[in-house]
Antibody, heavy 115, light 106 residues
Framework: QVQLVESGGGVVQPGRSLRLSCAAS????????MHWVRQAPGKGLEWVAV????????YYADSVKGRFTISRDISKSTLYLQMNSLRAEDTAVYYC????????WGQGTLVTVSS | SYALTQPPSVSVSPGQTASVTCSGD??????TCWYQQKPGQSPVLLIY???KRPSGIPERFSGSNSGNTATLTISGTQALDEADYYC?????????FGGGTKLTVL
C-alpha cells in the first residue's frame, strides 16, 4: 500500500534552515510528481511546491520562492524540502502528497519557527 | 494570481443534502479536486477531475464544475461527514487551494 512518511520538523529560530524528508513506499516513486503542502495552525491548506514526475520541473508558491527548494533521491524513494531563511509565518504542519490530484498524503510534520 | 473562494461554513441536517461551492474565474475550464479533512488528520481526496471518485469514497459524495463554480454535493449527509472541505485547481504550473469550508451536521 502507498505510504508517505514525513520527518525533519521541529523548532527552529527565524533565519535558520531546516530540511524535511518524505519517505515513499508502495509505488514507483520515480513515476509520480510530488508536492509539499503546508497548513498553519488553525488555517487552511497552502500549496508550497511541486516536483514533476521526471524531475524536469520544479515550481514554488510565491511565499517560499527563493527560500525553499524541493528535490528527491530516487534511490531512497525520498522527497525533500530544504527550507532556508525561515520566518515565523512558515510555522505549519508540512505534508507531502502524491501526483497531480494529491491522491495520497503523509501524516505531516510540524515546523515551528520561533526565537 | 488565481484564487478560489469557498464559503467559510455550511450547515446541514442529518440525512439532507449539503452543497459546498468553490468559485474562481472560468473555473469550469479547469479540473477541480475536493478534499475532506477531519481534525487532527491529513486531507483525503474525495473527488478528482471534477466528478470522479477514488475507490473507497462513498457514492454520496459527488462533484460538478461549470462556468465559474465547482460544487461538492453530499447526499444523505451523515454525522461523520462533519469536517473541513477544500477545493483545489491548477493555475498553469502551480496549485491553488480554496480557503476551506467547515461543514456542520446538526
Amino acid at each position: 500500500q502507498v505510504q508517505l512518511v514525513e520527518s525533519g520538523g521541529g523548532v527552529v529560530q527565524p533565519g535558520r534552515s531546516l530540511r524535511l524528508s518524505c519517505a515513499a513506499s508502495g509505488f514507483t516513486f520515480s513515476s509520480y510528481g510530488m508536492h509539499w503542502v503546508r497548513q498553519a495552525p488553525g488555517k487552511g491548506l497552502e500549496w508550497v511546491a511541486v516536483l514533476w514526475f521526471d524531475g524536469s520541473e520544479k515550481y514554488y508558491a510565491d511565499s517560499v520562492k527563493g527560500r525553499f527548494t524541493i528535490s528527491r533521491d530516487i534511490s531512497k524513494s525520498t522527497l525533500y524540502l530544504q527550507m532556508n531563511s525561515l520566518r515565523a509565518e512558515d510555522t505549519a504542519v508540512y505534508y507531502c502528497a502524491r501526483q497531480s490530484s494529491f491522491d495520497y498524503w503523509g501524516q505531516g510534520t510540524l515546523v515551528t519557527v520561533s526565537s | 494570481s488565481y484564487a478560489l473562494t469557498q464559503p467559510p461554513s455550511v450547515s446541514v441536517s442529518p440525512g439532507q443534502t449539503a452543497s459546498v461551492t468553490c468559485s474562481g474565474d472560468k473555473l469550469g475550464d479547469r479540473y477541480t479536486c475536493w478534499y475532506q479533512q477531519k481534525p487532527g488528520q491529513s486531507p483525503v481526496l474525495l473527488i478528482y477531475q471534477d466528478t470522479k471518485r477514488p475507490s473507497g469514497i462513498p457514492e454520496r459524495f459527488s462533484g460538478s464544475n461549470s462556468g465559474n463554480t465547482a460544487t461538492l454535493t453530499i447526499s444523505g449527509t451523515q454525522a461523520l461527514d462533519e469536517a473541513d472541505y477544500y477545493c483545489q485547481a491548477w493555475d498553469s504550473s502551480t496549485v491553488v487551494f480554496g480557503g476551506g469550508t467547515k461543514l456542520t451536521v446538526l
